[in-house]
């Protein structure tokens, strides 16, 4: 398997598991900033390499009511000083192909939405960056059509590629895992990380918005970590009952260490 590195982190391989977390989209400087500082120092605790994550602009949702977040411009300097105040490396994702040119400048990884994972003039000109490229499998997909995706990177010649599932339809407003999945990209040569929270979400399941269930996540984190993944995704918020964005699948801060101390002790026996 290929190691892609992104700042000071080794991922894929036979490095650490790594994580990929923070609030679903940006709600303001102070929470994005609190949350980093606080997702980082849990995981130094107990040994987990931290990138952070979090959208400027979230342009799917179901809704026109719904938060979108604070925008390109807003999102990426408060993203900027994630990155600068915590030395940690940050994630955000990109919706349109005219974005790319400022979003490069401050995210270490470029990721594409599940909804657009097939995008190909999306995806090359995110990959043209040179930078790491995290793409989401979409719900819609089977793992192995993932690879003529990982060919149209590679022909750019970035190699620096994350594939991440978060789960497939299983009818209308449900999603499952398969965990096989896990196993079928990684055998396409790059680090598969596992996006827990919204493996759980129920897809316009409150009607103009999604719904979630966040009771399986742990479980489902443990499993993907015994099964074999090389990163966790996960979305947290101090309150997520009263989180701007995604709330019903993300898991309360205050439980963030707890799940990372038994994902830890599972990678160690692995």
Known sequence: MRQVKVGNINIGDKNKLVLIAGPCVIESEAMCLAAAKRIKDIA????????????????????????RGPGLK?????????????????????????????????????????????????VIAAAKTGKAVNIKKGQFMAPWDMLPIVRKIE??????????????????NNLVSDLRALKIMRDLGYPVIYDATHSIQLPGGKGCSSGGQKEFVAGLSRAAVAFGCDGLFLEVHSQPDKALCDGPNMIDLKELENLLKQVKKIESVK
């Open 44 to 67: 130094a605790k107990i040994g987990i390499p931290f990138i952070f994550k979090s959208s400027f602009d979230k342009a799917n949702r179901m809704s026109l009511e719904s938060f």
């Open 155 to 172: 022909s750019t010649g970035n190699k620096n590629i994350l594939l991440t599932d978060r789960g497939a339809s299983f009818g209308y």
């Open 74 to 122: 807003k999102g990426l300097e408060i993203l900027a000083k994630v990155k600068q105040k915590l030395k940690v490396p940050v994630l955000s994702d990109v919706h349109c192909q005219k974005d790319i040119e400022e979003a490069k400048k401050v995210l270490d990884i470029i990721q594409i939405p599940a909804f657009l994972c097939r995008q190909t003039d999306l």
